[in-house]
T-cell receptor, first 113, second 116 residues
Framework: DAGVIQSPRHEVTEMGQEVTLRCKPI?????LFWYRQTMMRGLELLIY????????DSGMPEDRFSAKMPNASFSTLKIQPSEPRDSAVYFC???????????FGQGTRLTVV | DQQVKQNSPSLSVQEGRISILNCDYT??????FLWYKKYPAEGPTFLIS?????DKNEDGRFTVFLNKSAKHLSLHIVPSQPGDSAVYFC???????????????FGTGTRLQVTL
């Protein structure tokens, strides 16, 4: 398996624009997580899904953030409108049955100017 | 409120010596703890874990110690190698009633540099 695949690897956008980050989890994994990494807060969980259903979105910072998982092999994290403070590295991770060894993608480095 | 804390942002250790990375947590409901390792431009990778029913878990050069009363865990790397230079994240989780742990709370990371 190729592991968790995220796209794009880098994204530079202007403030106010919509940004969509994509994730393909490992086949057979039923949990999917979106994390954000910043210097100040480290890795923060934004939202996670179980069997494509959002379970906990309490980490989503604002209504500008939304996430979907239309099927078991694809998820998106959308920011609309984007702001400079959203600049961070966003990671997607997946795991089997929620056991804690989550496998992470390589991340998307988002820069909002 | 940071429930998992890594108070040392960086650590430098000489090759061959022991590296000790520390982590404190505040939520007494956490019952499973992990260490992840992260190289630049890559995602974190799982390193080692420990359940709250144990106080030590060893895997090769890596040992994790858990002190539940102090809400403290540490990762020991012996001997340290230059390839160990990375950012190490401590993480904690709480098992659900079904026995699975559904999400991880991470610390802010400690950057380890192993020098020659």
């Amino acid at each position: 398996d190729a592991g968790v695949i995220q796209s794009p690897r880098h994204e530079v956008t202007e403030m106010g624009q919509e940004v969509t980050l994509r994730c393909k989890p490992i086949s057979g994994h039923d949990y999917l997580f979106w994390y954000r990494q910043t210097m100040m807060r480290g890795l923060e969980l934004l939202i996670y899904f179980n069997n494509n259903v959002p379970i906990d979105d309490s980490g989503m910072p604002e209504d500008r953030f939304s996430a979907k998982m239309p099927n078991a092999s694809f998820s998106t994290l959308k920011i609309q409108p984007s702001e400079p403070r959203d600049s961070a590295v966003y990671f997607c991770a997946s795991s089997f049955r929620g056991y804690t060894e989550a496998f992470f993608g390589q991340g998307t480095r988002l820069t909002v100017v | 409120d940071q429930q998992v804390k890594q108070n040392s942002p960086s650590l430098s250790v000489q090759e061959g010596r022991i590296s000790i990375l520390n982590c404190d947590y505040t939520n007494s409901m956490f019952d499973y703890f992990l260490w992840y390792k992260k190289y630049p431009a890559e995602g974190p990778t799982f390193l080692i874990s420990i359940s709250s029913i144990k106080d030590k878990n060893e895997d090769g050069r890596f040992t994790v110690f858990l002190n539940k009363s102090a809400k403290h865990l540490s990762l020991h790397i012996v001997p340290s190698q230059p390839g160990d230079s990375a950012v190490y994240f401590c993480a904690a989780s709480r098992s659900t009633d079904t026995g699975t742990a559904s999400k991880l709370t991470f610390g802010t990371g400690t950057r380890l540099q192993v020098t020659l």
